[in-house]
Every structure is written in C-alpha cells, then in structure tokens.
C-alpha cells in the first residue's frame, strides 16, 4: 500500500510534534517535510529525527503551495486558536482534506467551511480515542435518560500544560450532555487550571507530565448534598491523542478515495469505522 502523505502543522508546538514523530514510526504515512507555523517562529526548519522540516508562516503559503502540494497529502492541524479558521480556507481553497486537532476559533464557520469545500475533514476537540468512547457513553445517556439529574449541581474542572491557550474544548462538549441531563450549566463556568503549583499542590500532577497533562472532574452533587457523582479521566503525556489523530487520518484517506467531498467527520466516526 502506498503510504499516506502527511503534513504535520503547529511544528514547534509540543502537540504537532508529537504526532509527526509517531508518524515517522508509522508505515501508513509518509511524512512530508512542510508544517505550516506561526508568524512569531523565527527558524526556519526544524531537525527532526534524520530530517528537516521546513517551517512555512502565514505570509510564505502561497508561494509555498507547489511545495506542499507536489502529490495529494493529508493536513493535520495542532496549530494555535487563533488561526484555526483562517488556516481551515487554506486548506479549502487548496483542496487539502484535514483534521483539525486544535481547539477554538468559530466552530461553526469551521463547519461550514468544510461543507462549501470540495474536501472533507475530521474535526473534533479530542483525539484520543477512550476519552471520545467515554463522551458517546454521556451522549448516549443524555439521549435515552433527559433530566435524570434534574435539581443536581455541577462542577466541572480541567487542567492542562500552561500553555494551553483556551478552555477545553472536550470540557464545553460535555456540557451540553449535563444540560440534557438535567443540570443547568454554562461553558463559561468552567474551572480552567494552568498554574503549575496549583497543579503540584492541589491536583498532585506528577512533576514529569505538568508540561503535557490533561485532568478532568465532573462532579455532580443532589440538592440536599447526599449525593455525589464524580467521573474523571487523568491522561499524562500526549501519546494518546497522537495515536488518535494518526487514525483519524488514515480514515480520512479512505474517505477522499471514496470520493466524500464537503463532510465533516467526527471521532466517533472514525472509532465506528463507517
């Protein structure tokens, strides 16, 4: 079989090269030497394993363009929020299928981007794969059980690296399935952590991993407060999201060999396999 080309974008980000290492392991991609960056990256390529890859900033795209797309190549995007949507044209305009990794921007435009596109893509706020199981569990439930929590109070606190830009983008889905649950909840009340010795202190966040962590609570508690349900998932390092990300790629070639153009695919899409 001949191996996906694969273009990482985000390289230096921690996220972005985690993924282009794990690709450089797997024999389903070939990974090309290009990754779309930030205007404030000042070098110019990045030495990665035995190879450079050439980092392209924002104004360099266009004359880039032949470079990048020498043969049909797959995008993976673990950018910045801030560029979500303008990079989500390019891929577009460019007739480049992606799947975007990264969190923020307008979701909706992000949608209807793809739908006006002669491209598909996968979108989704979490790429690892369990955490995604776990979340069509609470949809499930939210759909078969409405105002099973009613009168129920919630709180929901998340803890990432430091230098993760916005709130969880896994944290505000699962509050829509409290919503449908019963439970009056707003995104914005959301307890974002980033400080580190907060995370030392009070999360107990291994030292190794407060550079690339991602704890979540969910914390239900009845109006007299006698009872309480709390669901978590703890994951340490960023493996498991790359993992993710490489097989929503590989389901996503499958999905331009079949020709799908305009579709935006979810992670429950790829983990059903259809």
């Known amino acids: 079989m001949t191996p996906i080309a694969l273009m990482v974008n985000g390289i230096p980000g921690s996220m972005a090269?985690?993924?282009?290492?794990?690709?450089?392991?797997?024999?389903?991609?070939?990974?090309?030497?290009?990754?779309?960056?930030?205007?404030?990256?000042?070098?110019?390529?990045?030495?990665?394993?035995?190879r450079d890859i050439q980092l392209i900033r924002p104004d360099e795209r266009a004359s880039r363009l032949p470079d990048i797309a020498a043969r049909p190549v797959i995008a993976v995007d673990y950018t910045h929020p801030s560029a979500v949507n303008d990079n989500a044209r390019f891929y577009r305009d460019h007739d480049i299928p992606f799947v975007m990794g990264t969190t923020g921007g307008d979701r909706r435009e992000l949608t209807e981007t793809v739908q006006r596109a002669?491209?598909?893509?996968?979108i989704a706020p979490n790429m690892a794969?369990?955490?995604?199981?776990?979340?069509?569990?609470?949809?499930?439930?939210?759909?078969?059980?409405?105002?099973?929590?009613?009168?129920?109070?919630?709180?929901?606190?998340?803890?990432?690296?430091?230098g993760k830009a916005d709130t969880s983008g896994t944290a505000k889905a699962m509050?829509?399935?409290?919503?449908?649950?019963?439970?009056?909840?707003?995104?914005?009340?959301?307890?974002?952590v980033r400080d580190p010795e907060v995370q030392r202190r009070e999360w107990a966040i291994p030292e190794t991993h407060l550079g690339g962590h991602g704890w979540h609570t969910y914390t239900l508690t009845s109006p007299d407060e006698t009872v309480r349900f709390t669901f978590s998932h703890n994951v340490?390092?960023?493996?498991?999201?790359?993992?993710?990300?490489?097989?929503?790629?590989a389901y996503l070639a499958e999905k331009v060999a079949k020709g799908e153009k305009g579709r935006v695919f979810s992670m429950i899409d790829v983990l059903r396999g259809v």
């Open 17 to 50: 090269l985690q993924v282009a290492r794990r690709a450089l392991e797997d024999d389903r991609f070939a990974l090309i030497p290009y990754s779309l960056t930030g205007p404030e990256i000042s070098e110019d390529r990045y030495r990665l394993a035995d």
């Open 118 to 122: 002669a491209i598909p893509a996968v």
């Open 129 to 162: 794969k369990q955490i995604v199981g776990f979340q069509a569990m609470m949809e499930w439930a939210s759909e078969t059980f409405p105002g099973l929590f009613g009168g129920y109070s919630l709180k929901i606190e998340e803890s990432h690296q430091k």
């Open 175 to 192: 509050v829509g399935y409290f919503n449908d649950l019963g439970v009056p909840f707003s995104a914005d009340e959301i307890v974002q």
């Open 236 to 249: 340490n390092g960023r493996d498991v999201y790359a993992k993710g990300t490489l097989d929503a790629a």
